[in-house]
Nanobody, 124 residues
Framework: QVQLVESGGGLVQAGDSLRLSCAAS????????MGWFRQAPGEERVFVAT????????AYADSVKGRFTISRDNAKNTVYLQMNSLKPEDTAVYYC?????????????????WGQGTQVTVSS
């Protein structure tokens, strides 16, 4: 059974940084494409970042490009999302997701496994 457990969320001020972690189990992590998505109240879940088998293979939503960095540690079965220069509009529940595939994706429907989410709140 696949389990994805996010951590690292919290309440911060605009301009601060946070690092989210997602610990994975029950899957072949090193051959899983990993992604981060977020959902603000009353809105749909949207893509944030994704990383392929090779750590150089990454993609970001335009809204976070240059501020957020996704990375992975295959030895720890963990994917990270470093978030810098946080803005109030980054406030959302952040979800980790995994897919067994060759290629990365920005579509939530392409990811089969999901974590429970971690709340990130950025105050102005």
């Amino acid at each position: 059974q696949v389990q994805l457990v996010e951590s690292g969320g919290g309440l911060v001020q605009a301009g601060d940084s946070l690092r989210l972690s997602c610990a994975a189990s029950g899957l072949s992590f090193s051959t899983s494409v990993m992604g981060w998505f977020r959902q603000a109240p009353g809105e749909e879940r949207v893509f944030v970042a994704t990383i392929g088998w090779r750590t150089a293979n990454t993609a970001y939503a335009d809204s976070v490009k240059g501020r957020f960095t996704i990375s992975r540690d295959n030895a720890k079965n963990t994917v990270y999302l470093q978030m810098n220069s946080l803005k109030p509009e980054d406030t959302a529940v952040y979800y980790c997701a995994a897919r067994q595939a060759w290629f990365t994706s920005t579509r939530s429907t392409d990811f089969r496994s999901w974590g429970q989410g971690t709340q990130v709140t950025v105050s102005s």
